[in-house]
Nanobody, 124 residues
Framework: VQLQAYGGGLVQAGGSLRLSCVASGRSFSRNPLGWFRQAPGKEEEFVAVITGSSRDTFYADAVKGRFTISRDNAKNTMYLQMDSLKPEDTAIYYC??????????????????WGQGTQVTVSS
């Protein structure tokens, strides 16, 4: 089982990026998928999560209204559209999958599979 995150890069403040996370080895169509990030010198923090059916999404207050999480179960892929980026969004972004088929929470310990991370750098 592998999660692969793509789409990071360098962007100016106010710009946009779209991250993708492709899962391979099994289907996660029924599982919550999430994005987390870790900035230099800081602990990993929750960004967004989406349930298997896409019925429910949850966002960290810091990104609410600017980021949009979505998924395409036919492609076993999750996305994070990031708009109005700020320098404080600079971090390594990780995608993750929950082994459970129901939403259990937004903390790191709820997620069982992790991608390798993609760097997002927002310049001021």
């Amino acid at each position: 089982v592998q999660l692969q995150a793509y789409g990071g890069g360098l962007v100016q403040a106010g710009g946009s990026l779209r991250l993708s996370c492709v899962a391979s080895g099994r289907s996660f169509s029924r599982n919550p998928l999430g994005w987390f990030r870790q900035a230099p010198g800081k602990e990993e923090e929750f960004v967004a999560v989406i349930t298997g059916s896409s019925r429910d999404t949850f966002y960290a207050d810091a990104v609410k209204g600017r980021f949009t999480i979505s998924r395409d179960n036919a492609k076993n892929t999750m996305y994070l559209q990031m708009d109005s980026l700020k320098p404080e969004d600079t971090a390594i972004y990780y995608c993750a999958a929950d082994e459970n088929s129901y939403f259990t929470g937004t903390t790191v310990r709820e997620f069982d599979y992790w991608g390798q991370g993609t760097q997002v750098t927002v310049s001021s």
